[in-house]
């Protein structure tokens, strides 16, 4: 991955933190640019966009929840790794629902840190490359459907819909998924597997990407998140899509 074109928003509020942060990317050759709070975030995005944010969910004034929505609401937005105090389980939950792409918490290894930033970054511009392959696919008269439970998954269409017929909001990287599981219902696909989309993309010892996108998906489909019975779960092994379920 070059990395000497790489601008990565470090936003978090302990000046000393933050200062180390900064440092140590740096020496590995990302451009690492300090940010106190939200405002100090939107002045560096005035001036260029960055890859992927380095983002402390408890900061003052503006909160990192706050911040990540905004970003999330961008054409492009940049890839969001959320920083977290250890007990916040909840915020890190709703940041992840929100579309953080991973979460580290403190205290950390400065080099899992990198590690994940790396991830981060690698998926972000995976995606962007994959998406800017496909070519435009001409209108097709009637589009296959795959059942998903009480949901109907249609992939030349890109779309979800629920019993009522409603969409479904899905990442694209949620659909790539959750496309995958519909086409070879009841089969167990190892994290391993999942983690080749996109194609290609090698396994990453630190890369937690399937396990976030699984537990959303559940959030969104499943009666009861806690409890799944339509993306299971297999000990040992992986996931699996129940369509009957």
Request: net charge negative.
């Amino acid at each position: 991955m070059s990395q000497a074109s790489s601008r990565i928003a470090v936003v978090e509020d302990e000046a000393d933190l933050r200062d180390v942060v900064v440092e140590y990317l740096g020496a590995q050759g990302f451009a690492a640019l300090p940010c106190g709070d939200g405002a100090a975030l939107d002045a560096v995005l005035a001036e260029a966009p960055v890859e992927a944010v380095l983002l402390d969910l408890n900061l003052p004034r503006e909160g990192g929840l706050s911040i990540a929505r905004r970003l999330r609401a961008q054409d492009d937005p940049p890839g969001i790794l959320m920083v977290t105090a250890l007990g916040d389980s909840m915020d890190r939950i709703v940041g992840l629902e929100i579309g953080a792409d991973d979460y580290i918490a403190k205290p950390f290894e400065l080099r899992e840190l990198l590690a994940r930033l790396r991830s981060v970054i690698r998926r972000r511009r995976a995606q962007a490359e994959a998406a800017a392959a496909v070519p435009a696919a001409p209108p097709r008269p009637a589009a296959q459907e795959l059942r998903v439970g009480r949901y109907r998954l249609r992939p030349a269409e890109r779309r979800l819909l629920d019993a009522a017929g409603a969409e479904v909001a899905l990442t694209p990287m949620e659909f790539d998924l959750l496309q995958m599981l519909a086409e070879h219902p009841n089969e167990v696909f190892t994290r391993e597997r999942l983690m080749r989309l996109p194609p290609g993309e090698a396994a990453d010892p630190f890369d937690r990407s399937i396990d976030i996108r699984v537990t959303r998906l559940r959030r969104k489909l499943e009666a009861d998140p806690a409890n799944p019975t339509l993306i299971r779960t297999v000990r040992g092994q992986g996931y699996l899509l129940a369509p009957d379920a």
